[in-house]
């Protein structure tokens, strides 16, 4: 039957042209845009190493007319220092909150970045990372995924500090003999020694970027006394509804502590939105599926026109076969697998067009490499959308053949 | 004449209803998305009310300074020293504004009654770059600004929530906890303005002493160009280079970059990406219509074969080949303006609901209000220009091919109905 298939289709090229080649030109662009979702859509799956949900950023800001103009300590210790202190306490109180933390660092859906080179034994060896100062209990906040060990002894104190490192940072450090109490320093200064207390998962700012070294330190005091901190606070889920402007209303009167004021409230998931749109993110994933769903609307409705003529042209051939016996059900396979096989035939070419746009880097490699795997889903992925879209644009027409009547059939040749 | 083709088409169109639904339907879908892409990159990029010096802007970068030895101290930003060397002497600009980084503060009558507010300090050049209409008072002037008055300009919404009325010139306000005269209150700016969008601006300390990082190439300020003519742009940048070059020679240990400047098509669109948007979108609009394309010349092309006869007759009363084949393309062109204005209205109705994630840049998503797009830049008379090239170039594009094959027919062929 496929040699009788693949025959007509020989005969017929003329008019198979058109439709042949739209259905590989559309391969091609289907295949694009669906690597590049693909590559969007994993990046979102992939865990970022920490949990921002039910997660809020406190903006604290401080009234320029009531900042201390000292250099002395203690006076910057009892006006600036001590009130944020009270700042964190009293939050700490409000009803829903489970943990406050506060820290220096690579903000997560934020531009700025803060990073640090540091060296081991091996001074030869300079790695870089981001940093994050944190609170104690900056670990209850962000529940961050741990591999070995824990927050302990986070005291900026302690000498040499502790250090929680990610994987990939601490593998590159210690050339893949991490383990917990390894020492490392600064590379900048010297003089200040760190000890490996707890190794976290990969971490990354935000869930479209590729995974990145990263370091957690103790906050020091001195800098608390040059700048305001960042300040998150943990909500339990039940008591998440609407906390943002409760908070806000409620709040604002007892944060004005010493120069402090609350100057805003955000949820993680808040930041992440706007974040994602000022990158553009949520403008490419959107544009891609809408452009997904362009083709394969022109698919279903060229093939469902080609097919609709094929069935009037082709009344008579239709008509023999049913007389000599055909049922309507090999009829509509008929139509079907001819379809499929037009596609099919398409898709070769295809195909080796799409591996040479990967190989030629013009997929979009930023968050992902090119690997084989990927282009085995997305091939595989585009594959069925177009035969669901085929299928579904014979249907009827072939429906419409199947219940023609072999005498008019053969009456209109 | 053409009232036999008109009435021809519409036969047509009746007798092959299920060809002409497909048809219509197929070249909606594909002039809607053609006329969304076209009208957000117009919309964003061409000249229109409030920055209608859109095609002469040079925008700067963001300046990159760092120790010259080693790479080290690394600093994003650019101090208003090493802006002013940049684009202080630049020939074929009109002016220069310069702007101290923005940012959100708390503003209003008092620790009680304030929000956040998104504060612009600006310098005296920004009112000609940008058309703002002043609904009272006017704008700060040179005096004021270089003596560094605290003086402010508000929008009609932060003086209406703030003080409940708009005759508020003369009047204090605090940002950010300090006392500013209001001397200027403006119509408020749709956030779709993305460089001239503000809620206040105040002026800059023009003497204000500069970071000392990096030799002092460390700072917070931006500039904007005004070349002097469209043309003067890509000018205008090889002279901010050039500038670059001579600054870092008068530098000792440190080198300054400004690895981009942007024009108003780069600023809008792609700002990470080297890649040319205005190409993108070309290439984007162009691949929506060929696909589609492909699909009615296929469906033409089988339609063909039916009207062969109809043709041979034709010819054999003396028609020539190309007079039959306008009256085909015409056919078909009355098919897809049918098609066109249905897609041209869906467009519309599109752009209006996903008009931030379509339209917006950076500014609008802060900015909790005034995304309010006048109806009127749908109907400029370059919108309506570009939904009928995409018309014909659609209908050139799938007409062509099918009929000019069946026109080529041999008369005898034709007749014989083969």
Same mark, same amino acid.
């Given at each position: 039957?496929?040699?009788?298939?693949?025959?007509?289709?020989?005969?017929?090229?003329?008019?198979?042209?058109?439709?042949?080649?739209?259905?590989?030109?559309?391969?091609?662009?289907?295949?694009?845009?669906?690597?590049?979702?693909?590559?969007?859509?994993?990046?979102?799956?992939?865990?970022?190493?920490?949990?921002?949900?039910?997660?809020?950023?406190?903006?604290?800001?401080?009234?320029?007319?009531?900042?201390?103009?000292?250099?002395?300590?203690?006076?910057?210790?009892?006006?600036?220092?001590?009130?944020?202190?009270?700042?964190?306490?009293?939050?700490?109180?409000?009803?829903?909150?489970?943990?406050?933390?506060?820290?220096?660092?690579?903000?997560?859906?934020?531009?700025?970045?803060?990073?640090?080179?540091?060296?081991?034994?091996?001074?030869?060896?300079?790695?870089?990372?981001?940093?994050?100062?944190?609170?104690?209990?900056?670990?209850?906040?962000?529940?961050?995924?741990?591999?070995?060990?824990?927050?302990?002894?986070?005291?900026?104190?302690?000498?040499?500090?502790?250090?929680?490192?990610?994987?990939?940072?601490?593998?590159?450090?210690?050339?893949?003999?991490?383990?917990?109490?390894?020492?490392?320093?600064?590379?900048?200064?010297?003089?200040?020694?760190?000890?490996?207390?707890?190794?976290?998962?990969?971490?990354?700012?935000?869930?479209?970027?590729?995974?990145?070294?990263?370091?957690?330190?103790?906050?020091?005091?001195?800098?608390?006394?040059?700048?305001?901190?960042?300040?998150?606070?943990?909500?339990?889920?039940?008591?998440?509804?609407?906390?943002?402007?409760?908070?806000?209303?409620?709040?604002?009167?007892?944060?004005?502590?010493?120069?402090?004021?609350?100057?805003?409230?955000?949820?993680?998931?808040?930041?992440?939105?706007?974040?994602?749109?000022?990158?553009?993110?949520?403008?490419?994933?959107?544009?891609?599926?809408?452009?997904?769903?362009?083709?394969?609307?022109?698919?279903?409705?060229?093939?469902?026109?080609?097919?609709?003529?094929?069935?009037?042209?082709?009344?008579?051939?239709?008509?023999?076969?049913?007389?000599?016996?055909?049922?309507?059900?090999?009829?509509?396979?008929?139509?079907?697998?001819?379809?499929?096989?037009?596609?099919?035939?398409?898709?070769?070419?295809?195909?080796?067009?799409?591996?040479?746009?990967?190989?030629?880097?013009?997929?979009?490699?930023?968050?992902?490499?090119?690997?084989?795997?990927?282009?085995?889903?997305?091939?595989?992925?585009?594959?069925?959308?177009?035969?669901?879209?085929?299928?579904?644009?014979?249907?009827?027409?072939?429906?419409?053949?199947?219940?023609?009547?072999?005498?008019?059939?053969?009456?209109?040749? | 004449?053409?009232?036999?083709?008109?009435?021809?088409?519409?036969?047509?169109?009746?007798?092959?209803?299920?060809?002409?639904?497909?048809?219509?339907?197929?070249?909606?879908?594909?002039?809607?998305?053609?006329?969304?892409?076209?009208?957000?990159?117009?919309?964003?990029?061409?000249?229109? !009310?409030?920055?209608?010096?859109?095609?002469?802007?040079?925008?700067?970068?963001?300046?990159?300074?760092?120790?010259?030895?080693?790479?080290?101290?690394?600093?994003?930003?650019?101090?208003?020293?090493?802006?002013?060397?940049?684009?202080? $002497?630049?020939?074929?600009?009109?002016?220069?504004?310069?702007?101290?980084?923005?940012?959100?503060?708390?503003?209003? !009558?008092? #620790?009680?009654?304030?929000?956040?507010?998104?504060?612009?300090?600006?310098?005296?050049?920004?009112?000609?770059?940008?058309?703002?209409?002043?609904?009272?008072?006017?704008?700060?002037?040179?005096?004021?600004?270089?003596?560094?008055?605290?003086?402010?300009?508000?929008?009609?919404?932060?003086?209406?929530? /703030?003080?409940? /009325?708009?005759?508020?010139?003369?009047?204090?306000?605090?940002?950010?906890?300090?006392?500013?005269?209001?001397?200027?209150?403006?119509?408020?700016?749709?956030?779709?303005?993305?460089?001239?969008?503000?809620?206040?601006?105040?002026?800059?300390?023009?003497?204000?002493?500069?970071?000392?990082?990096?030799? #002092?190439?460390?700072?917070?300020?931006?500039?904007?160009?005004?070349?002097?003519?469209?043309?003067?742009?890509?000018?205008?940048?090889?002279?901010?280079?050039?500038?670059?070059?001579?600054?870092?020679?008068?530098?000792?240990?440190?080198?300054?970059?400004?690895?981009?400047?942007?024009?108003?098509?780069?600023?809008?669109?792609?700002?990470?990406?080297?890649?040319?948007?205005?190409?993108?979108?070309?290439?984007?609009?162009?691949?929506?219509?060929?696909?589609?394309?492909?699909?009615? $010349?296929?469906?033409?092309?089988?339609?063909?074969?039916?009207?062969?006869?109809? @043709?041979?007759?034709?010819?054999?009363?003396?028609?020539?080949?190309?007079?039959?084949?306008?009256?085909?393309?015409?056919?078909?062109?009355?098919?897809?303006?049918?098609?066109?204005? @249905?897609?041209?209205?869906?467009?519309?109705?599109?752009?209006?609901?996903?008009?931030?994630?379509?339209?917006?840049?950076?500014?609008?998503?802060?900015?909790?209000?005034?995304?309010?797009?006048?109806?009127?830049?749908?109907?400029?008379?370059?919108?309506?220009?570009?939904?009928?090239?995409?018309?014909?170039?659609?209908?050139?594009?799938?007409?062509?091919?099918?009929?000019?094959?069946?026109?080529?027919?041999?008369?005898?062929?034709?007749?014989?109905?083969?």
């Amino acid at each position: 039957m496929i040699k009788s298939i693949l025959k007509r289709i020989w005969v017929q090229r003329r008019g198979n042209t058109w439709i042949f080649s739209e259905l590989l030109i559309v391969f091609v662009l289907l295949w694009y845009a669906t690597d590049f979702l693909f590559v969007y859509a994993k990046s979102a799956f992939e865990p970022k190493g920490y949990n921002t949900e039910h997660v809020y950023h406190i903006a604290i800001s401080a009234n320029p007319n009531l900042i201390p103009k000292t250099s002395n300590e203690d006076s910057l210790n009892t006006l600036w220092v001590k009130p944020y202190n009270e700042l964190i306490r009293r939050i700490k109180s409000y009803p829903g909150v489970e943990a406050v933390c506060y820290y220096f660092g690579t903000e997560s859906y934020s531009e700025g970045t803060m990073f640090q080179c540091y060296v081991s034994k091996d001074t030869a060896h300079v790695v870089q990372a981001n940093i994050f100062y944190v609170s104690p209990d900056y670990y209850n906040v962000f529940k961050i995924d741990m591999v070995k060990g824990r927050f302990t002894n986070w005291n900026m104190n302690e000498q040499p500090q502790p250090a929680v490192l990610t994987t990939d940072f601490a593998d590159s450090l210690f050339r893949g003999k991490s383990e917990i109490g390894n020492s490392f320093s600064d590379y900048y200064e010297s003089g200040k020694h760190y000890k490996v207390v707890g190794i976290a998962q990969k971490s990354k700012q935000d869930e479209y970027n590729r995974y990145d070294k990263f370091i957690y330190v103790p906050i020091e005091e001195y800098m608390i006394q040059a700048n305001i901190p960042s300040t998150a606070v943990r909500v339990r889920a039940e008591e998440d509804h609407h906390f943002a402007e409760t908070f806000m209303n409620k709040m604002r009167k007892r944060l004005q502590v010493g120069p402090y004021y609350l100057f805003n409230i955000e949820s993680y998931d808040e930041s992440k939105q706007i974040y994602d749109a000022s990158k553009g993110t949520s403008n490419y994933i959107k544009s891609g599926s809408a452009l997904i769903l362009f083709f394969i609307i022109n698919i279903f409705l060229g093939v469902i026109g080609t097919f609709w003529f094929r069935t009037q042209s082709r009344s008579s051939e239709i008509g023999l076969r049913m007389a000599l016996g055909s049922s309507k059900r090999e009829l509509r396979r008929l139509m079907i697998s001819e379809g499929i096989i037009l596609l099919n035939l398409a898709a070769i070419p295809a195909i080796i067009i799409c591996i040479n746009i990967g190989h030629a880097d013009f997929t979009f490699n930023k968050l992902m490499d090119f690997t084989v795997l990927r282009f085995f889903i997305c091939t595989l992925i585009t594959y069925v959308l177009m035969i669901v879209m085929v299928v579904l644009g014979i249907w009827y027409p072939s429906k419409v053949a199947s219940n023609i009547l072999p005498v008019d059939a053969l009456r209109n040749e | 004449m053409y009232k036999q083709y008109l009435k021809q088409s519409l036969q047509m169109l009746k007798q092959n209803k299920f060809f002409s639904i497909i048809s219509i339907v197929g070249t909606a879908l594909t002039i809607a998305f053609v006329m969304v892409i076209y009208m957000v990159y117009d919309i964003r990029t061409d000249n229109v !009310s409030l920055e209608n010096n859109r095609d002469r802007m040079v925008y700067s970068g963001d300046g990159y300074s760092y120790l010259t030895k080693d790479h080290s101290s690394c600093n994003s930003g650019m101090s208003l020293k090493a802006a002013k060397a940049v684009f202080g $002497s630049l020939p074929h600009a009109e002016l220069v504004a310069y702007e101290k980084e923005s940012f959100v503060a708390y503003t209003g !009558s008092s #620790q009680e009654n304030g929000m956040k507010r998104k504060v612009k300090q600006v310098d005296t050049a920004t009112w000609k770059l940008f058309h703002y209409q002043f609904i009272a008072g006017c704008p700060f002037n040179d005096e004021e600004f270089s003596a560094f008055r605290k003086v402010a300009v508000i929008t009609e919404s932060v003086a209406k929530q /703030t003080f409940y /009325t708009t005759d508020v010139v003369g009047k204090d306000i605090l940002v950010n906890f300090q006392p500013y005269r209001i001397v200027g209150v403006i119509k408020d700016i749709s956030s779709l303005f993305d460089a001239a969008f503000s809620e206040v601006w105040i002026p800059y300390d023009l003497n204000a002493p500069d970071w000392r990082t990096n030799e #002092q190439m460390y700072g917070v300020y931006k500039a904007i160009v005004l070349a002097k003519s469209p043309s003067d742009v890509d000018v205008v940048k090889k002279e901010i280079a050039n500038n670059v070059r001579k600054l870092n020679k008068t530098l000792v240990e440190h080198t300054f970059e400004m690895q981009k400047t942007y024009t108003q098509v780069e600023h809008s669109f792609l700002k990470d990406s080297d890649l040319n948007p205005m190409w993108i979108f070309f290439g984007l609009a162009l691949v929506l219509l060929i696909v589609p394309a492909i699909n009615i $010349s296929g469906l033409l092309s089988s339609q063909m074969n039916k009207r062969l006869s109809e @043709i041979g007759v034709r010819k054999a009363y003396g028609a020539h080949k190309y007079q039959v084949l306008t009256q085909l393309m015409t056919e078909n062109f009355i098919l897809a303006l049918i098609g066109g204005i @249905i897609g041209f209205i869906f467009s519309c109705v599109t752009l209006y609901i996903f008009k931030v994630w379509l339209l917006a840049g950076d500014t609008a998503l802060h900015a909790a209000q005034n995304f309010d797009i006048s109806i009127f830049l749908f109907l400029r008379p370059s919108v309506f220009a570009g939904v009928f090239l995409a018309c014909l170039l659609f209908n050139l594009l799938s007409v062509f091919i099918p009929a000019y094959q069946a026109t080529k027919k041999n008369i005898i062929d034709a007749l014989k109905g083969e």
